[in-house]
């Protein structure tokens, strides 16, 4: 049964547009376990909605899981894993963090609970709404 995420990056460090230039990318440097626990919950095929937080805090872009967890190569101690994301496509319309949170239908959201948790589970009814919002 395919599942639905929401990642989280500051565009300064890597942006929807670096993502989509790329192609796809090793979703790396995870240091926190229930991140790291949801990164191992991933399958491919997976949708992800791609998050950029700090300077914009708006869902961006869709993008989708191309290979599961495996160890991280990035980390030098600790058993890490990363996945593999592929950009799909932009959402027609940036969905930011306040209209997210004035949406009832998505008042638990990890986003809004959770708020630093950057690998978060999405319902499959939040992962529909933000993509109705971003129309």
């Given amino acids: 049964m395919k599942q ?12 929807w547009a670096n993502f989509v230039a790329d192609g796809k990318t090793p979703w790396t440097g995870v240091r926190n376990y229930t991140a790291r626990n949801n990164l191992r919950a991933m399958r491919k095929g997976d949708a992800v909605l791609f998050y950029h937080s700090v300077s914009e805090k708006a869902v961006v872009g869709i993008a989708k899981v ?29 969905v930011t963090l306040e209209e997210i949170k004035g949406n009832p239908r998505l008042k638990e959201m990890t986003l809004l609970r959770l708020s630093r948790l950057s690998v978060q589970a999405l319902t499959r009814v939040e992962f529909q709404e933000i993509l109705r919002m971003a129309r």
Wanted: charged fraction near 30%; glycine fraction near 2%; proline fraction near 12%.
């Fill in 66 to 94: 191309i290979r599961e967890a495996y160890p991280d190569p990035t980390a030098t101690e600790g058993d890490w894993s990363a996945v593999d994301l592929a950009p799909e496509k932009a959402v027609p319309r940036r």
């Fill in 4 to 15: 639905f995420w929401l990642v989280k990056q500051e565009p300064s460090a890597y942006s």
